[in-house]
C-alpha cells in the first residue's frame, strides 16, 4: 500500500503516487476526515521534496525578505533623491498579497470588465529587477544613486517587458498579477511612485493553510509551504515587510478581503473597481463563466475560480485547528491586525 510508495524510486511511478497521495488527501478533507486528511497531505509534501526538492534552499527566500526587512527598518526615505520623469506612461497595477489569498478569484473578476487585462504570474518584475541589480550591483542601498536617466530606462524596461504578455491590445487597464511581489513593493516604488497595489487579504491561518494543502512548482520561496510551520514564517516575514513598507512610503493601495468577496460580494468588488476607475457591470457576478472560458488559467485555483463562490474555504482551519498551536506566535498578531477572528 501506501507505505511502498515512499520506497518505491521508480520515477514513472513519482508523479502517479503524488498524484494518489493528493487525492486521498482531499478526498479525506471532503470527508471531513481531517486527521487523515494531515497525514495524507504531510505524505504529499513529503513526496514532492523528495523528488523535486533536494537542490532548493528554502532559506535563500526567507534570508531575502529578512535582507529587506533589515534595510528598510532603517531606512531614511528622504535618502531617495526624487526625480522627474514625464514619460507621459500610467503607473503600473499590481496585484498582491500572500499566495492562497484569493488573488486568482480577484482576477477572474477584474476580466468581467472587457477595458481589463491581467498578467498572470509573469516574470515581469523579475526580469525589472535582475536589471536593476546589474545597475545597483545588487545592494539596496545603491538604489538612491540612480540617475534620471537610469530611472527613465528601468521604467521604460518594465513597459517593454509586461507588453510582451498582453494580449487584449485594446485594453485600458492592464493587471500585474503575481501575489509575493508583495515583497518587492520597496523598490517597485523607486520607479513608479503612484503606482497602485490591490493586496489580497485573508485569514492568516486559512492562507497558511491552503499553501501548506497547495501543489506548488518548487522554487526557494514556495519551498516553504512543505510545512505549515516554514509557511507560517514566512507568512510573517512578509507582513512584517509590508508594514515596514507602509511606515516610510505613501503607498496607494487598497486592502480587499477574500472572506467580503465571498459573503458580501457586490460591496466589496464595487470598492475595489471604483479603487481601479474601472465600471462595475452585473457581469462580476458571473466571473466563473468567464473563468470557464480561459482554460489557460495557470494558478493552482483553476478548479476553484471556475465554480461559484463557496463558504466552505472560510475558517477551514479549524478543522485542523491542534497544528496552528506551534504557529501561534507567528500568525497571531496578523489576526489581529488585520481584524480577523481566532
Known amino acids: 500500500g501506501s507505505e511502498m510508495c515512499i520506497r518505491d524510486r521508480d520515477k514513472k511511478y513519482v508523479i502517479h503516487n ?17 486527521d487523515k486528511a494531515l497525514i495524507y497531505f504531510k505524505k504529499n509534501n513529503e513526496l514532492v521534496n523528495i523528488y523535486y526538492g533536494k537542490n532548493i534552499d528554502e532559506n535563500i527566500y526567507t534570508k531575502y525578505v529578512n535582507i529587506r526587512i533589515n534595510f528598510f527598518e ?40 472587457k477595458d481589463v487585462e491581467v498578467i498572470e ?52 487597464t492592464i493587471i500585474d498579477k503575481l501575489p509575493l511581489n ?5 523598490e517597485i516604488l523607486r520607479f513608479f511612485p ?44 512578509v507582513m512584517r515587510l509590508w508594514k515596514t513598507y507602509l511606515k516610510i512610503f505613501p503607498i ?19 470598492e475595489i473597481f471604483k479603487f481601479l476607475n474601472l465600471d462595475w457591470s452585473n457581469k462580476a457576478k458571473d466571473f466563473y463563466k468567464t473563468a470557464k472560458d480561459r482554460i489557460d488559467i495557470s494558478t ?17 482551519w479549524k478543522n485542523y485547528e491542534e497544528n496552528f498551536i506551534e504557529v501561534k506566535n507567528d500568525l497571531q498578531k496578523w489576526t489581529h491586525e488585520f481584524e480577523y477572528k481566532v
Not at 80 to 107: A, E
Not at 182 to 186: A, C, E, L, Y
Not at 300 to 316: C, G
Open 18 to 34: 503524488i498524484n494518489k497521495v493528493a487525492m486521498l488527501a482531499k478526498s479525506y478533507d471532503q470527508l471531513e476526515k481531517f
Open 74 to 113: 532603517n531606512f531614511e526615505p528622504n535618502d531617495w533623491k526624487q526625480y522627474s520623469v514625464n514619460d507621459k506612461l500610467d503607473d503600473p497595477i499590481f496585484l498582491i498579497g500572500f499566495p492562497r489569498s484569493g488573488t486568482t478569484l480577484l482576477d477572474s473578476i477584474f476580466r468581467t470588465n
Open 121 to 172: 504570474e509573469k516574470p515581469i518584475i523579475k526580469n525589472f529587477l535582475i536589471q536593476v541589480e546589474k545597475k545597483t550591483k545588487n545592494k539596496l542601498n545603491n538604489i538612491k544613486n540612480l540617475t534620471n536617466d537610469e530611472i527613465k530606462e528601468m521604467r521604460n524596461f518594465y513597459f517593454n517587458e509586461r507588453d510582451q504578455y498582453v494580449k487584449n491590445k485594446n485594453a485600458k
Open 182 to 186: 508583495v515583497v518587492h513593493v520597496g
Open 194 to 237: 503612484n503606482s497602485k497595489f490591490v493586496f489580497a487579504l485573508r485569514h492568516p491561518y486559512d492562507s497558511v493553510l491552503s499553501c501548506f494543502m497547495q501543489q506548488f512548482e518548487l522554487n526557494p520561496a514556495m519551498k516553504n509551504f512543505l510545512s505549515i510551520k516554514r509557511s507560517a514564517y514566512l507568512y510573517d516575514l
Open 252 to 270: 496607494n493601495f487598497h486592502y480587499i478581503k477574500y472572506e467580503d468577496v465571498v459573503t458580501d460580494f457586490e460591496k466589496s468588488t464595487k
Open 300 to 316: 493552482p485555483s483553476y478548479n476553484q475560480v471556475t465554480s461559484p463562490l463557496y463558504l466552505k474555504s472560510i475558517n477551514r
